[in-house]
Structures are given as structure tokens and as C-alpha cells.
């Protein structure tokens, strides 16, 4: 009895402990729970909403960027169009009859939403939309500021419905008199219809501060701060009851419809115009919510394990051990194959660079000899030309005119050495200073120097120069060697022509463009034209890098060189390069 006695108080003494250390476990699991749950809403909010911000931001730049291509795409129309010979006939003869399907013809190809052609008088003789023709625009603003200046006008105007409308308009003149005025309407209404249901709300507004483009139709001729009044507003209880209920939101941008927003802003390099973008926290508040269900699930289902996790920790502690000892000495075996398999696979993979690197060269060397080759062609083709000239002339006792084609040659031989040395720093760019260059002048050398197959060929070559010099930031050597390249194409390809044409057009707007068009059969395969080696030539005639070197060249220099066919036929060619600003430093847009 009294050993019974004495051996009753261990019992309760174990159970107490027991259940402390229960308790303990309990109350740890639960501040743990809280302290996770609050760490973790703090920090995925704070991920989540700069994660949608980054891609607020990214969309707001294509946006931005796509609507300034836009407009900078539709400045250069009414140029162009203001020189067309048919529309300066019909304004000069009155005779408008095919006027219309002219402007019709240039829709597809331009992509503006509307071209309209007025008189001195300011009435529509011809347009796209049959519905305005005859309709008086005298005393429009587009109609008015064009026969003021003598640049392109850029107007924005309401609309009698809804929205604005946006214009740019040019003069049309002949030997210094004013014909009439070209005006050409820029869709900018398919942005909106893009943007709507992609984001929250999205604006644009001019340099005043007037809405001209929004997804909200309400918005538009009003000012920010107006229209998000116009939304409606909650009260104060309604506010602080979806705040509590949305706590994992940050503090909002701005209200818009009631609910809290983010705001972001960026400018647009055009006449002062900003953008604005209002996108929700939705996506924030689900992805946060979502992980901290799955939390908060985690740890009720740990607390309704933790009474059977700490009664059986005795009993699965050994068991435990040797599971994790046979466990180790598996990844102990494990990581030593892994070991040896990651030596087998080193000493591989160094055979295989050194093979890599062996093959590269080869490769480098192959291209840099055919990449001579074909530049090389055009210079000592001249130069056999202006040899043979030069050889009948000393048999004809001509020695003065003999030693121009020999002046000729020493400057061929100059370029060919100027080439090699430009061909051995392709690998390394931009190393070269860059300078302004007259792009009329840099036409009329490389015109110079192909003369000796334009005459042979006999190649009709029309030329259409902007009243004022086209200067670029480049190098002259370089364009020169492109120019070349697109009229030697242009020429090849209208070997099989019986009256061979290139039409050659520099305009200067926003970029300097020269496009030189053949009448030839055009391009069949458009998407591989600029790849290495592709030509259609024959073998001998070409190695098909002429193009390929000619777009990295454009590319070096800022620009961009295409290629399609025209809707008449032939193959047309565009270079577009950034025109130099004559108020800015040369060093300064060479960095740019």
C-alpha cells in the first residue's frame, strides 16, 4: 500500500506536463498562424500591386507608342499627297471626275480614315466618303491655318455627335499659287474601341488639359479632375466598409466609379498630349486572398493535428531516425553518381566548345570573304568600264579626257580600300564618328558612281527631291553603300523589262525617306529577302548579302530599311532614317 501510495502523484505530474507542453505547442502554432497570415498579406500586396503596376506601365507605353505611330505615320501623307501631279491637274483643269477613285486608291495604302480634297474656295471636290463632296470647309480651321503655312497643320476639332476628330492638312500649290488644300483624317477612334476592356479606363489628354481620346465616352472635351467627379461618388460608411473588406489593397490612386483605383500617367512627345491609365486592384485582391485561404486552411488543419503529432512524437522518433539514415545514405550514394555523371558531362561540354569555337571561326572567315566579294563587285566593275573608256580614248589621241577616267579610278580604288577597312569593323559597332550628311548629296555620288551601267542598260531614272536638303546623323560612306546596293537591285531586276524604270523619292518629315521603285517582276518571297545569302540572282551574279549587310548598316544608323511590292508591280524600297534637327548638337543625337 505504501509503495502504491508513494507511486500515485507520477501519473498526474506526467499528465500535467503533457498538457502543458500541449497548451505551448497550441499557443506557439497560433501566434505563428497570426504572425504568417499578417507577414504574408503585408508582403504578397505589396509584390502583387507592384506587379501589376509594372504591367500597368508596360501597357501604357504600348499604348502610348502605338497612337504616337501612328500619328507620326499620318504627318507624312498630306506631303505627299500635296505633290501628286494628278491632284495638282484636276485643281489646276477643275476637272475632278477621277479625283475621288485617286484618293479611294490611296485609303488601303495609307490607313487614314478619310481623304479630302478642297479648292481655293474650301469646297470638297473630292474625298473618300461620297457624303461630304460639294460640302463647304471654308471656314474650318484645318482649311484656314493650311493656307496660312506653308508645313503641314495638325488639327483637332469636336465632332457634332460625340468625340473629336483629328486632322492633319497641307496646302496644295503650283509655281508658288495655292490650288487648294489635301486634308487627311487620322482614326485615332480604333484605339479607344482597343483599349476598352482591357483596363479600367484609359485617357488622352492635349496640352491644355482637355480629354480628346477616352474608353469612357462621357469623359471626352472635359477635364481629369471633371470627369472623375462626374462618376458616382460613395459615402463615407460605404468607403470604409469595402475598405475593410478589401484590406489587402494598398491605398488608392483615385476613386473611379466608387471603387479605388490605380493611377499611372506617362507623356507623349506630341504637341504636349499625356496619357492616363485607372486599372483595378481585382486581380490583387483575388491573388492575395487565394494564398492566404490556402494559409489559413494550413494551419487549421496543422492545429487539428498538433494533439496527435505530440502524443505520438516518442513513438515516431525512432522510426524517424532510421528512416532518415537509410534516407541519407541513399542521397549519400545518390549525389556521388550525380558526382561522377557531372564530370563525365564536363569534360564533354569542353570537347564540344572547343569544336564550337573552331567551327565559328571558320564560319566568321567564310562570311567575311564572301561579304569582300560582294562589295568589291560594283567598284571593279566600274572600274573595268572606265578602263576600256579610257583605252579607246589615248587610241584616239584624247589624253585630257583619258586622265578624268583615270581620276576616276583612283577615287573607285579610294572607296574599295574605305570598304575593306568599314567590312573588318562590322563586329565592332559604333565605333565610328558619326556626321551630318546630306542625303540629296549622298544620292547624287552613288548616281555618279553606277553611271556606267545606267548608260549601258540604258535605265530610265526619275528622280523627286524635297525643295529643302534631307540631313541625317551618319556615316556618308555607309548610306552611299546601301544607296548603291538598292539601285544596283533595282537595276538587275529589270533586266527582262523592255523599257527599264526607277523612280527615286526623298522626303523629308519626320524621318528622311528614300524610296527607290523598279518596274521589274517584284519580290516572290518578302519574308526571307534580308537573310544572309538568299538571292535570286544567278550563280556568279550575287552572293546575297547585299541586302543583309545594307539593313544592318540602316539599323547601326537608328533606322529602318523595307521592302515590298508595289500595287503596279515592281519592288520598292524604303530607307528611313532619323532627320537631323538643326538646333541640336550632332555629338548629343549620335549618343541618342
Known amino acids: 500500500m505504501a509503495n502504491s501510495t508513494a507511486s500515485g502523484p507520477r501519473p498526474t505530474a506526467t499528465a500535467r506536463t503533457i498538457s502543458w507542453r500541449v497548451r505551448f505547442a497550441l499557443a506557439l502554432l497560433t501566434v505563428v498562424a497570426i504572425v504568417t497570415v499578417v507577414m504574408t498579406n503585408r508582403l504578397l500586396t505589396d509584390r502583387f500591386t507592384e506587379t501589376t503596376r509594372n504591367r500597368a506601365e508596360l501597357r501604357l507605353a504600348l499604348y502610348s507608342g502605338n497612337l504616337l505611330s501612328e500619328l507620326r505615320r499620318s504627318a507624312i501623307v498630306p506631303q505627299l499627297l500635296a505633290r501628286d501631279p494628278t491632284l495638282i491637274g484636276a485643281l489646276n483643269s477643275a476637272d475632278y471626275q477621277q479625283s475621288t477613285q485617286r484618293l479611294i486608291s490611296f485609303v488601303e495604302e495609307i490607313g487614314a480614315a478619310n481623304l479630302m480634297l478642297l479648292d481655293r474656295d474650301g469646297r470638297a471636290v473630292a474625298a473618300t466618303d461620297r457624303n461630304v463632296l460639294g460640302s463647304a470647309h471654308r471656314a474650318e480651321p484645318y482649311f484656314i491655318d493650311a493656307l496660312r503655312a506653308a508645313d503641314t497643320i495638325f488639327t483637332v476639332a469636336p465632332r457634332e455627335t460625340t468625340g473629336f476628330s483629328f486632322t492633319y492638312s497641307r496646302r496644295v500649290t503650283a509655281g508658288g499659287d495655292v490650288l487648294g488644300v489635301i486634308v487627311v483624317e487620322v482614326d485615332l477612334q480604333k484605339f479607344e474601341r482597343a483599349w476598352s476592356g482591357i483596363s479600367a479606363a484609359v485617357l488622352v489628354t492635349d496640352s491644355v488639359g482637355q480629354i480628346v481620346l477616352a474608353t469612357e465616352p462621357r469623359w471626352r472635351g472635359r477635364t481629369e479632375e471633371a470627369a472623375l467627379a462626374r462618376q458616382t461618388p460613395q459615402s463615407a460608411i460605404e468607403r470604409a466598409i469595402r475598405a475593410t473588406a478589401d484590406w489587402t489593397a494598398l491605398p488608392p490612386d483615385a476613386y473611379l466609379q466608387g471603387e479605388g483605383v490605380m493611377r499611372l500617367e506617362t507623356r507623349i512627345p506630341f504637341r504636349g498630349w499625356r496619357m492616363a491609365s485607372f486599372t483595378t486592384y481585382a486581380s490583387v485582391r483575388e491573388r492575395v486572398n487565394g494564398v492566404l485561404a490556402l494559409e489559413i486552411m494550413g494551419f487549421a488543419i496543422l492545429l487539428a493535428l498538433a494533439f496527435y503529432a505530440l502524443s505520438r512524437r516518442s513513438a515516431l522518433r525512432l522510426a524517424l531516425s532510421a528512416r532518415e539514415s537509410a534516407e541519407l545514405r541513399h542521397l549519400n550514394a545518390q549525389l556521388q553518381r550525380e558526382i561522377a555523371e557531372r564530370k563525365r558531362v564536363q569534360e564533354d561540354l569542353a570537347v564540344a566548345e572547343q569544336t564550337l569555337e573552331q567551327s565559328s571561326k571558320l564560319a566568321a572567315l567564310g562570311e567575311m570573304s564572301a561579304a569582300v566579294s560582294h562589295e568589291l563587285n560594283q567598284p571593279l566593275a566600274a572600274m573595268k568600264t572606265y578602263l576600256a573608256g579610257a583605252r579607246l580614248l589615248l587610241r584616239r589621241n584624247r589624253p585630257d579626257e583619258?586622265?578624268?577616267?583615270?581620276?576616276?579610278?583612283?577615287?573607285?580604288?579610294?572607296?574599295?580600300?574605305?570598304?575593306?577597312?568599314?567590312?573588318?569593323?562590322?563586329?565592332?559597332?559604333?565605333?565610328?564618328?558619326?556626321?551630318?550628311?546630306?542625303?540629296?548629296?549622298?544620292?547624287?555620288?552613288?548616281?555618279?558612281?553606277?553611271?556606267?551601267?545606267?548608260?549601258?542598260?540604258?535605265?530610265?531614272?526619275?528622280?523627286?527631291?524635297?525643295?529643302?536638303?534631307?540631313?541625317?546623323?551618319?556615316?556618308?560612306?555607309?548610306?552611299?553603300?546601301?544607296?548603291?546596293?538598292?539601285?544596283?537591285?533595282?537595276?538587275?531586276?529589270?533586266?527582262?523589262?523592255?523599257?527599264?524604270?526607277?523612280?527615286?523619292?526623298?522626303?523629308?518629315?519626320?524621318?528622311?525617306?528614300?524610296?527607290?521603285?523598279?518596274?521589274?517582276?517584284?519580290?516572290?518571297?518578302?519574308?526571307?529577302?534580308?537573310?544572309?545569302?538568299?538571292?535570286?540572282?544567278?550563280?556568279?551574279?550575287?552572293?546575297?548579302?547585299?541586302?543583309?549587310?545594307?539593313?544592318?548598316?540602316?539599323?547601326?544608323?537608328?533606322?529602318?530599311l523595307t521592302a515590298r511590292n508595289g500595287q503596279a508591280g515592281g519592288a520598292v524600297f524604303e530607307m528611313q532614317l532619323p532627320i537631323l534637327v538643326e538646333d541640336t548638337d550632332p555629338k548629343t543625337q549620335a549618343a541618342e
Do not use: C, H, W
Open 402 to 560: 583619258a586622265l578624268v577616267s583615270f581620276g576616276r579610278i583612283d577615287d573607285l580604288i579610294e572607296r574599295m580600300g574605305a570598304i575593306t577597312r568599314q567590312l573588318k569593323s562590322y563586329a565592332r559597332k559604333g565605333q565610328d564618328a558619326l556626321s551630318p550628311v546630306n542625303m540629296g548629296d549622298a544620292l547624287a555620288s552613288s548616281l555618279s558612281m553606277m553611271e556606267p551601267q545606267l548608260r549601258q542598260r540604258r535605265v530610265l531614272i526619275n528622280r523627286v527631291l524635297p525643295p529643302d536638303p534631307a540631313m541625317v546623323m551618319g556615316d556618308r560612306m555607309r548610306i552611299e553603300q546601301v544607296i548603291v546596293n538598292l539601285l544596283r537591285n533595282a537595276i538587275d531586276a529589270t533586266k527582262s523589262t523592255r523599257d527599264p524604270q526607277v523612280d527615286i523619292i526623298l522626303s523629308a518629315g519626320e524621318t528622311a525617306t528614300l524610296t527607290v521603285r523598279d518596274n521589274g517582276p517584284g519580290i516572290a518571297d518578302l519574308d526571307e529577302l534580308f537573310e544572309p545569302f538568299y538571292t535570286t540572282k544567278q550563280p556568279g551574279d550575287g552572293v546575297g548579302l547585299g541586302l543583309a549587310i545594307s539593313s544592318g548598316i540602316v539599323n547601326d544608323l537608328g533606322g529602318r
